[in-house]
């Protein structure tokens, strides 16, 4: 009887965690790989251990029968940039030893590259001492993500990320990335002969059939964020913005926001009680439809940076799977997909009158525009962000990558 290929993921993040390479772990499981998972006991995003689960130097779990090592994890990261940063050398440090205990037990390596480059030293540290097909799947880039969240480049910064980042890269037999920006900012950093494949977040399974929730006593347009809630979703501008409404437009309109963060408290200090500014916090991923079927639009949003114009946050193919107009407060790669594909409106995300004028276009917007915009998300869902597709190619590219 032959035995079942064994693939190891290594991730900072996995279940009860919500991130898309829980699908990815499932899919293969279902393929007929064994599968194992490297990671941190769950706490994204609030920065502490989930409930029922235990904060352990080493702790074996199981996720429909895929087996986790879990290792301990920093807390209290959320409002601290020093625990943040020690969060990152956490698992880098004793991820990567746990990494040269077992890697030798298995065919393929594959990284979920979430964030922090750092993250992904376990895998290479099998790649180099037992030669193992190792693949990354990028979901932001380095070394430009790392001054984009404050820290001053350098001159010896800079030329210490770009060796780290070189070598990490040259030490992988294949990669996707999630964002096509990323390719020509990863391109001097990949050994000679490394294709990347392009391979996006898909969207969540929604239940678009469940009613809708009441968002308003009356019937209003709604605006909804979902999502992280940091400063680098751009809600001031949104806030700002929003607030700037006439008193006409503010009577019909109301802007949901859903979701936990470490800007929450500002934000909800900036709105200053304004009635039509609701937040809703954290919601269960199951009741997000209700959310979404009662919204008219959904907004996806990011801040002004270079890095941030190559990525794609995975909640626009969740947006596009609700089958709702999507109003991207963003520039880059999401801008030229809701443009591209006519699925909304997009704006410059740095000009807060820009925003208050792309409000009003959207509460103004006929229902036979917001129609085609409809028509155009599922066409779009059937294609380009078809999940068992993108899983598909993947794991063809992992299992066939040579030395």
């Known amino acids: 009887m032959t035995k079942n290929k064994k693939i190891l993921i290594v991730t900072e993040c996995f279940y009860p965690e919500e991130f898309k ?35 352990s130097f080493f702790r074996k779990d199981e996720y429909q029968g895929v087996n986790i090592f879990r290792l301990r994890a920093v807390t209290g990261y959320r409002d601290s940039a ?34 922090s480059l ?17 693949m990354f799947w990028v979901q932001d880039v380095w070394p430009d993500s790392v001054y984009a969240y404050g820290f001053k480049k350098t001159r010896l910064l800079s030329a210490l990320l770009d060796a780290f980042v070189k070598f990490m890269h040259h030490n992988i037999t294949a990669i996707a990335i999630s964002s096509k920006g990323f390719e020509s900012k990863l391109e001097p950093y990949i050994k000679k002969g490394l294709k990347f494949n392009y391979a996006p977040n898909w969207a969540d399974d929604l239940d678009m059939d469940m009613n809708p929730i009441a968002l308003s006593v009356i019937q209003k347009v709604h605006f909804t964020f979902a999502g992280n809630i940091g400063k680098v979703q751009n809600l001031e501008n949104i806030i700002n913005a929003f607030r700037l409404l006439s008193d006409e437009y503010q009577k019909k309109t109301q802007l949901n926001i859903i979701g936990d963060g470490s800007n929450l408290a500002n934000l909800k200090k900036l709105s200053n009680n304004n009635p039509n500014i ?12 209700k959310f979404y079927k009662a919204s008219d639009f959904l907004i996806v949003s990011l801040i002004d940076e270079p890095i941030f114009s190559v990525t794609v946050p995975a909640k626009t193919q969740t947006y596009i ?11 880059g790669d999401v801008a030229d997909i809701v443009n591209d594909n006519n699925l909304g409106i997009s704006v410059d995300p740095s000009n807060v009158g820009l925003i208050k004028k792309a409000f009003e276009k959207c509460i103004d917007a006929p229902e036979n525009e917001k129609s085609v915009f409809t ?21 063809s590219q992992l299992i066939d990558c040579n030395d």
């Open 21 to 55: 390479i829980n699908d990815v772990a499932l899919s293969w499981k279902n393929k007929g790989y064994d599968v194992d998972v490297l990671t941190l006991a769950p706490t994204y995003p609030l920065g502490r251990v989930f409930s029922g689960y235990k904060n």
């Open 82 to 115: 020093i625990k943040k940063i020690l969060k990152y050398i956490n698992f880098m440090v004793f991820g990567s030893i746990a990494a040269i205990f077992i890697g030798r037990r298995y065919d393929y390596v594959f990284g979920f590259n979430l964030g």
């Open 118 to 134: 750092t993250d992904m030293l376990p895998a290479v540290v099998i790649r180099k001492l037992y030669k193992k097909p190792t």
């Open 278 to 289: 609701i937040f809703h916090g954290k919601q269960m991923r199951e009741n997000m439809a």
């Open 321 to 331: 799977a609700a089958k709702k107009p999507i109003l991207a407060i963003i520039n």
């Open 375 to 395: 028509i155009n998300n599922t066409k779009l869902l059937e294609t380009t962000f078809n999940k068992d597709n993108i899983i598909n190619r993947m794991t």
